[in-house]
């Protein structure tokens, strides 16, 4: 059973254009991650949100956690070549030691020029 | 600082031929460990996780097993391959902050079972 569902699972757009994505869940999380990885590698962090409602801002990237914890979005604006990779979010359950992250189904993103 | 090794990096094993995964940290003490599996361009599946040395929890049903047998090692193992356990395996550490805390991955071993 998939908990985070990401919606678009894939997305072409042009340098410039703006882009959300969504991660959605009919689970309470106790805080939410966004990754960004590239083909062949690890994801890397990109933010952590943690209070229902919150808002992060990373350069063109901003990050929102939904009021109930349930769901995030990431938008991005003036997207840029560098851009492109698959973004996943990751939402943290458990308490004490046993906390770990369920991830989502992930959003391709590919940045033309 | 922290680093993850994982080894090998690609590998192609024939149906019902035994796996062997490993997974190292260093720069770090008791670190929660985490073996995730990825099909191309989707999201990650847990596994396995472990908070310390052989402390293991499996999360879901499968042809796989891990084991901690030190505090920065953790291996995922099979008996046989099955065709369906093809895909890109990473391990994870993490350092967990009250309910958050990054993960951090190592490079990956891509496995593909013939």
């Known amino acids: 059973t998939q908990l985070l569902e990401q919606s678009p699972q894939f997305l072409s757009i042009q340098e410039g254009e703006n882009l959300t994505v969504y991660c959605n869940s009919s689970?309470?999380?106790?805080?939410l991650q966004w990754y960004r990885q590239e083909p062949g590698e690890g994801p890397v962090l990109l933010v952590t949100?943690?209070?229902?409602?919150e808002v992060k801002k990373l350069k063109r990237l901003t990050f929102q956690f939904g009021d109930a914890r349930k769901d995030s979005s990431l938008h991005i604006t003036a997207a840029q070549t560098g851009d492109t990779g698959l973004y996943l979010c990751?939402?943290?359950?458990?308490?004490?030691?046993?906390?770990?992250?369920?991830f989502g189904t992930g959003t391709l993103l590919a940045v033309q020029p | 600082s922290q680093t993850i090794h994982q080894w090998p990096a690609t590998l192609v094993q024939p149906v019902g031929s035994p796996l062997s995964l490993e997974c190292t940290v260093e720069g770090t003490s008791n670190p929660n460990l985490y073996w995730y599996r990825q099909a191309a361009g989707r999201g990650l599946q847990l596994l396995f996780y472990s908070v310390g040395i052989g402390q293991i929890s499996s999360e879901v049903p499968q042809n796989l097993s891990a084991s901690r047998p030190q505090d920065r090692q953790f291996i995922l193992s099979s008996k046989k391959l099955l065709l369906s356990d093809s895909g890109f395996y990473l391990c994870a550490w993490r350092r967990l902050l009250g309910v958050t805390g990054e993960l951090f991955f190592g490079e990956g071993s891509r496995l593909t079972v013939l």
């Open positions: 949100v943690v209070t229902g409602g």
């Open positions: 990751a939402g943290a359950r458990g308490g004490g030691a046993t906390n770990k992250l369920i």
């Open positions: 689970s309470v999380f106790s805080s």
